[in-house]
């Protein structure tokens, strides 16, 4: 590894990686390395060929001289703990090497530094844009790399790059936290151990906010009077903001829509600690989560229906799916279902003797019959070939197509939960076809909910699908069916048409 302290000696540098045809990554730092840094180091290992490390602790960063005084600085340790990690050179410039006599001119960070941060700690972002135009300038790296844990920062350098046409490429890496879930941070130093239990309370309120939103809550006032809440029950911990803004512009929005970004400020003893939590499906992995965030465009259209964790669901009166274990529906909203095309297709609800029940709307709208009724697919060329239908016309006639799943599953295998909540509506929707005598179950997930939550069955009294396909490719059982009353109805049991390599022959003869 080459130490490198001089703006001319790392040009040099610069020069001779790209004369032989490598690539170069940037890991700037302020130095006070921790496991947060390690971790972006170690992307750019995997990404680039010529690794640089910058430490430099930028004064015009700072707000208050004393801040700047208390920031820890040992570049002796750093370099020692860069050692193993096998870069190619860390720049380590002196404030003067950067900030020669007479410098005068800064890079403005524009609006989107103005908020938050911005507001908390006036000239931060000045200073920040303007020694990454430097470094950027200096090292000339295809791509930098850059925390999740510095939103606000990150948002900055993106604007910067774009805005005056940098070639650099920026790879924004998830925030890397202690066991007990705080954010490694470099200030983390300056806390007591009294002060370093309290400092799990900024982000104990981040993932209370999360759980509002998984439950279905879209409201942010709500949530963020339930994060006041909590943060104020921690003497030791002084808020200076908290902030749920869409990701783009940092500006405040009054509903959680997937990519929203929550920010907390706050200090604790001597420390200015911050963090954030981007909002996202139950599940998705923190490299989702910053896609999604990175992504979002924000809704310019005021009057338009904003997108909400809970508009779906109290649209179609879904709200229990929040607890189903199963793709949240913010990346996955509710889909059309046969309530949708109801009036359109059925006049005459009493006219349809038969229901099928399948799984592949959720997973491929395209495929749902209703709404690309004269566009054959392989789904309906499947099912068509099954129950001996000649056409949609036809099979409108004598059947309707509803779901197991609703609005999320698209694994091969169903959670549980997921098939108990979805057949409430279920049954809600085959409760308006007053006359269905016939039910073709599709699927060993379908078999399983229909068994369960039709039939009202217990698990112990559930054959295996396998076990019952056994030797026809399909099975029939006449049965009560508890929501249409004591009549009792014929139920076939096939394979569904576009999963797995099963087949079922066709059921025309035995379905009248």
């Known amino acids: 590894m080459r130490l490198i302290t001089s703006t001319v000696e790392m040009r040099e540098f610069r020069r001779e990686a790209r004369a032989r045809g490598k690539s170069i990554g940037l890991v700037p730092t302020m130095g006070a390395l921790h496991a947060g840094h390690i971790s972006l180091i170690h992307q750019a290992k995997r990404q680039c060929d010529v690794i640089v490390v910058s430490v430099f602790v ?63 700690r006036p000239g931060h972002f000045r200073g920040v844009a303007t020694v990454v135009t430097k470094l950027f300038n200096i090292v000339k790296p295809n791509v930098a790399y850059f925390g999740q844990k510095d939103f606000q920062q990150v948002q900055v350098i993106r604007r910067l790059v774009e805005d005056l046409n940098m070639d650099v490429r920026l790879s924004v890496c998830p925030t890397v936290r202690e066991s007990d879930g705080v954010a490694v941070s ?27 939103a998984h439950a279905g809550e879209s409201s942010v006032e709500k949530v963020l009077d339930e994060m006041h809440k909590l943060y104020a ?11 749920i803004v869409e990701p783009a512009q940092l500006t405040p929005v ?46 310019v259209d005021h009057r338009s229906l904003i997108p909400g964790f809970e508009t779906e669901a109290v649209k179609l009166r879904i709200a229990s799916c929040r607890n189903c274990a199963a793709l949240s529906t913010i990346r996955l909203p509710p889909r059309e279902f046969l309530t949708s095309y109801v009036l359109a297709h059925y006049p005459d609800r009493a006219l349809p003797r038969g229901a ?17 009724p004269k566009s054959p697919n392989r789904f309906s060329v499947g099912l068509y070939e099954l129950l001996g239908i000649k056409s949609f016309e036809e099979f ?10 609703r609005c999320h599953a698209t694994g091969s295998h169903i959670s549980p939960n997921a098939l108990a909540y979805c057949a409430n509506h279920l049954r809600e929707e085959l409760k308006l076809f007053p006359n269905i005598e016939t039910m073709v179950v599709l699927g060993e997930d379908t078999y399983s909910q229909f068994q369960q939550f039709l039939l009202e069955r217990s ?12 030797p026809d490719g399909w099975a029939r059982e006449e049965a009560r069916v508890p929501l249409f009353g004591e009549r009792s109805m014929r139920i076939f049991y096939c394979y569904h048409p576009t999963r797995g390599y099963n087949r079922s022959p066709s059921i025309a003869k035995w379905l009248g």
């Open 58 to 120: 930028n004064p015009t960063q700072f707000d208050s001289p004393e801040d700047l005084a208390r920031y820890p600085r040992n570049l002796d340790k750093d370099l020692e703990m860069l050692g193993p990690l096998k870069i190619d050179a860390t720049l380590a410039p002196e404030a003067s090497e950067l900030y020669p006599e007479g410098f005068s001119v800064s890079v403005d960070a524009g609006k989107v530094a103005a908020p938050l941060e911005g507001a908390s």
């Open 186 to 212: 470099s200030r983390n130093a300056h806390l007591n151990e009294e002060e370093r239990q309290a400092a799990r309370v900024i982000n104990h309120g981040l993932r209370l906010a999360e759980s509002f």
């Open 233 to 243: 029950s921690e003497p030791r911990v002084h808020l200076e903001y908290a902030a």
């Open 254 to 299: 009054k509903r959680l829509s997937p990519g929203c970004v929550a920010l907390v400020a706050a200090r604790v003893g001597p420390a200015r600690l911050i963090d954030n939590l981007i909002f996202g499906p139950p599940g998705a992995s923190p490299e989702m989560l910053l896609q999604l965030a990175l992504t979002t465009q924000p809704i």
């Open 356 to 372: 099928v029940i399948g799984r592949d709307s959720p997973l491929n709208p395209d495929m749902y019959l209703y709404r690309k």
């Open 396 to 405: 409108k006639s004598r059947f309707v197509l509803t779901d197991a799943v």
């Open 459 to 470: 698990a112990a009294e559930v054959k295996p699908f396998e076990d019952i396909m056994r």
